[in-house]
C-alpha cells in the first residue's frame, strides 16, 4: 500500500541556518498529491504547501518544496530559521486515500 | 469565519465505558474525517465519511464506529472504551475527497481512558 517516510524524528538547528526536512513516498500510482502540514504547540495540523506537479517549486510563508516523481521525494526547505517555525511537521500523500507520515518536529533554538 | 468544532475538548473515562466524540464543521464540506494522534504514530485515519450515511474504514477502524446522519456533523463512537485508546483525537474537514482538497483540522479532543 501508499506510505510516506519522514525519517527524523526531531530536527534542532539554530536561529538562522537553513531548514531540511525530508519526506519520501511509495505510491504505484503515477499522479500522487502530496502535502506539508504543520502542527504548533496545542494547535491543530494546518496545511502548509501542496503539490501534484513533477519538478515545480512550490512556495509559501517562506518554505518550499518540489515534487520530485524519480525519487519520490518532497523534502521541505527554508532558507533561514526563525524561532516560530519550531512545530511538528507532517508530510501527506494522497492518491485514493491520504496518508501522513509519522511527522518530524522542528525545534529552532536561539 | 470557517471552523472545525469538536466536543468534548477533555474526556476522562474508565475502561469499559462508552465515549462520544463529536465534531461539527460550518462549510458544508463533504468530507469529513477522524485521526488519531500519538507520538511516534503521526495521524492515523480511523474513518472517513463521504456524505451522510456515507462511511468507510481508515486504517486503524477497530474499536470504533462512526455516524454520520447530517452533513455538518460527525461522531466518533467508541463502544467499550479500551486503555490503548487513550489518544488525541482530530476531526477533519475538506470539500470534496479529491486528491488536492485542503483538510481543515478541529481542535482536537484529548480522551484518557483508565
Known amino acids: 500500500g501508499d506510505s510516506v517516510t519522514q525519517t527524523e524524528g526531531l530536527v534542532t538547528l539554530t536561529e538562522g541556518l537553513p531548514v531540511m526536512l525530508n519526506c519520501t513516498y511509495q505510491?504505484?500510482?503515477?499522479?500522487?498529491?502530496l502535502f506539508w502540514y504543520v502542527q504548533h504547540l496545542n494547535e491543530s495540523p494546518r496545511l502548509l504547501l501542496k503539490?501534484?506537479?513533477?519538478?515545480k517549486r512550490t512556495e509559501h510563508q517562506g518554505f518550499h518544496a518540489t515534487l520530485h516523481k524519480s525519487s519520490s521525494s518532497f523534502h521541505l526547505q527554508k532558507s533561514s530559521a526563525q524561532l516560530s517555525d519550531s512545530a511538528l511537521y507532517y508530510c501527506?500523500?494522497?492518491?485514493?486515500?491520504?496518508?501522513f507520515g509519522t511527522g518530524t518536529r522542528l525545534q529552532v533554538l536561539p | 469565519d470557517m471552523k472545525v468544532t469538536q466536543m468534548p475538548r477533555y474526556l476522562i473515562k474508565r475502561m469499559g465505558e462508552n465515549v462520544l466524540l463529536e465534531c461539527g464543521q460550518d462549510?458544508?464540506?463533504?468530507?469529513m474525517y477522524w485521526y488519531r494522534q500519538d507520538p511516534g504514530l503521526g495521524l492515523q485515519l480511523i474513518y472517513i465519511?463521504?456524505?451522510?450515511?456515507?462511511?468507510s474504514e481508515g486504517d486503524i477502524p477497530k474499536g470504533y464506529r462512526v455516524s454520520r446522519k447530517k452533513r455538518e456533523h460527525f461522531s466518533l463512537i467508541l463502544d467499550s472504551a479500551k486503555t490503548n485508546q487513550t489518544s488525541v483525537y482530530f476531526c477533519?474537514?475538506?470539500?470534496?475527497?479529491?486528491?488536492?482538497?485542503?483538510?481543515?483540522f478541529g481542535p482536537g479532543t484529548r480522551l484518557t481512558v483508565l
Open positions: 462549510m458544508s464540506h463533504e468530507t
Open positions: 505510491t504505484i500510482y503515477s499522479n500522487p498529491f
Open positions: 501527506a500523500l494522497y492518491t485514493n486515500k491520504v496518508v
Open positions: 503539490s501534484f506537479t513533477d519538478n
Open positions: 465519511s463521504y456524505d451522510v450515511d456515507s462511511n
Open positions: 477533519a474537514s475538506s470539500l470534496s475527497q479529491g486528491g488536492y482538497a485542503e483538510q481543515f
